[in-house]
């Protein structure tokens, strides 16, 4: 099963609802102010109180929506940094501990939305990674229990601000709207191995990214265990699993984004996020 997050520009109204081949089921309509967006839900209830909604006509076909970041106003986002056997070898990466920033809400934006290039950098560039969103209360949680406590997975577009990162990671990834998250989350029960999804980038329709999950240094088990040793994870955070190799800013010549850009993160039972650069 597939959930989006989404507004109706002509309603000034946002929700949340099932992804069926022509458009979305309205669950926010139904299940009211208990349950007005995504991560509430994931907080008070269960995705198999889902079952009884997905034989439902659809509410609102694609063209009457635009996509929100899949969490919204997520209480926390974790990204992986140098996650990839590729990457760390473009980075000469060689610490064994995962590499941890973060995320505010306000740099996320949704799928077929702009993601927004500052002004003051000529390095805008695109990491294609997997998303996880937690579904229950985690706090030092065993890589072993772990895959337990995930809703879903989507797709992200990590975009850098390569001229701040180096500086300090997260001051490179936290301007506004440089965080595509989408364009859905397919949920845990249809993605029983994380590690075995195929993930590709597309910049202007040139493959620039192509590898598989299995090819990250920390599975995303792994990830969980580390993080919620320190920090308690809760429905509706979300982790950011790090990028492939590839990237722009290690080409020859460098390959950044611009203006009038399209970015594509494609993810093996997930979809394909779609971005504009503005």
């Known amino acids: 099963m597939q959930l989006c997050s989404f507004s109706l520009p002509d309603q000034d109204k946002k929700s949340f609802g099932i992804v ?25 209830s269960s995705l198999a109180d889902l079952a009884a909604f997905r034989t439902m006509p659809v509410d609102y076909p694609f063209s009457a929506i635009h996509f929100l970041p899949v969490i919204e106003n997520p209480g926390k986002v974790f990204c992986v940094g140098m996650n990839y056997a590729d990457k760390r070898k473009e980075f000469a990466e060689t610490l064994d501990a995962p590499t941890l ?16 290039k500052p002004v003051t950098t000529q390095e805008f560039d695109f990491e294609g ?12 949680v065993s890589a072993a229990d772990a895959l337990a406590v995930v809703a879903g997975y989507s797709c992200f577009m990590d975009a850098t601000v390569r001229d701040m990162q180096f500086t300090w ?9 440089t965080g595509g998250f989408g364009p859905w989350m397919t949920t845990a029960d249809a993605i029983p191995d994380p590690q075995q999804l195929a993930i590709k980038t597309w910049l202007n329709g040139r493959e620039v990214q192509n590898d598989t999950t299995g090819s990250m240094v920390h599975p995303v088990a792994k990830i969980i265990e580390y993080i919620s040793a320190f920090s308690p994870l809760s429905p509706g955070d979300v982790i950011i699993t790090g990028s492939p190799g590839g990237v722009g ?7 950044f984004m611009f203006t009038g850009d399209v970015v594509e993160v494609e993810i093996e039972k997930i979809g394909r996020l779609r971005n504009v650069i503005a």
Do not use: Y
């Open 20 to 44: 069926l081949e022509h458009g979305v089921i309205d669950l926010g309509m139904r299940f009211g102010a208990a349950c007005p967006d995504l991560k509430s839900f994931l907080t008070r």
């Open 101 to 116: 920033f973060v995320r505010f809400a306000d740099s996320l934006t949704g799928h077929d939305r702009p993601l927004q």
């Open 169 to 177: 990671f997260t001051a490179g990834k936290n301007w506004p709207q």
């Open 249 to 255: 800013k290690k080409r020859t010549p460098p390959l």
């Open 129 to 140: 990674e997997l998303a996880v969103i937690i579904g229950k209360a985690a706090h030092q």
